[in-house]
């Protein structure tokens, strides 16, 4: 793709990401600095629910990977200057293309400035794709990513990070889901859409059932798509009781290595919990023999 070409799209974005950055009320740019830097670890901590002493990802390391060519991106608040959102994004193979978000949290309304002004840095720097993972258990990151933001859940990881020993995931099974984002691409969902939710949920039948004995998952008829629900909050739950937490970890997981081993990816979250999972059927199971 030449220069000529690429300027359009990050124009664009740049509008998107000034839009956004204006409705949420911060200014977002790039940190350099020990000290802007030091205060992202120290926002990062308390989001993990860490002692700062040992922040998920330490200031030194951030350091590195801006030193590498990465970016750590702030948001602060135009009434004082509070920090309120932070991501951190390095370059993967192939450089020119590809990217990988390591870390990001924000205030509620904040994340989608932070994304944007991210995503936006990145197509001036060559990148096509963003990648990252999040726990899918966590409806309301699954609707941000996928509906708001308009990514696909393209991988299943079990497990990832083995054992997690924060505040927020202590206690259970570090599953992840990650999703592609392409960065060129208009946002198709929206803040009360749906995403790319078709067919009839409701009608299709259950396959699996919830720890809690309502329907788990359903399937359409014609296998083109897959739902799968997640409890109302899992942190909450997490807390209150690990053991059922847990159970529902392994429910969602079955759904969805078994879906994903079928080519699935995930495209959607409903308002009130559920994923859509599609696919587009082979030659072979479009016209049988």
């Known amino acids: 793709m030449t220069a000529e070409t690429d300027r359009p799209p990050v124009r664009t974005h740049a509008v998107d990401a000034d839009h956004a950055a204006r409705a949420a009320a911060v200014a977002v740019r790039t940190v350099h600095d020990v000290t802007g830097i ?13 002692p700062r002493q040992a922040p998920p990802l330490p200031a030194e390391v951030m350091h590195s990977l801006v030193h590498a060519g990465g ?9 004082g200057g509070r920090l309120a959102g932070a991501c951190v994004a390095v370059f993967g193979p192939p450089a020119s293309a590809d990217a990988y978000s390591l870390l990001a949290a924000a205030d ?6 932070v994304k944007q002004a991210q995503r936006c840095w990145l197509l001036e720097h060559g990148a096509r794709t963003l990648r990252w993972t ?8 699954a609707r941000f990513n996928l509906v708001k933001l308009g990514a696909t859940g393209t991988e299943y990881l079990v497990d990832f990070y083995g054992r997690m020993t924060d505040g927020v995931n202590e206690g259970d099974e570090s599953d992840r889901l990650t999703v592609t984002w392409d960065l060129t691409a208009p946002r198709e969902g929206s803040e009360t859409g749906e995403g790319r939710e078709t067919g009839d949920r409701a009608a299709a039948p259950v396959t699996h059932l919830a720890p809690d004995g309502a329907p788990l998952a359903r399937r359409s008829h014609d296998d083109r798509q897959v739902w799968c629900r997640v409890p109302d909050d899992i942190v909450a739950l997490r807390a209150a009781d690990p053991a059922l937490a847990l159970r529902w970890r392994h429910a969602v997981r079955d759904v969805f290595t078994g879906a994903f081993a079928e080519g699935f990816t995930a495209t959607g979250m409903s308002r009130d919990g559920w994923y859509t999972l599609g696919r587009t059927l082979t030659r072979e199971e479009e016209y049988p023999a």
């Open 71 to 79: 970016a750590v991106h702030a948001a602060y608040t135009l009434d």
């Open 38 to 50: 030091a205060a992202v670890a120290d926002f990062f901590s308390d989001v993990w629910r860490t």
């Open 108 to 113: 509620r309304g904040v994340g989608y400035a």
């Open 134 to 141: 999040f726990d899918p258990l966590v409806g309301r990151n």
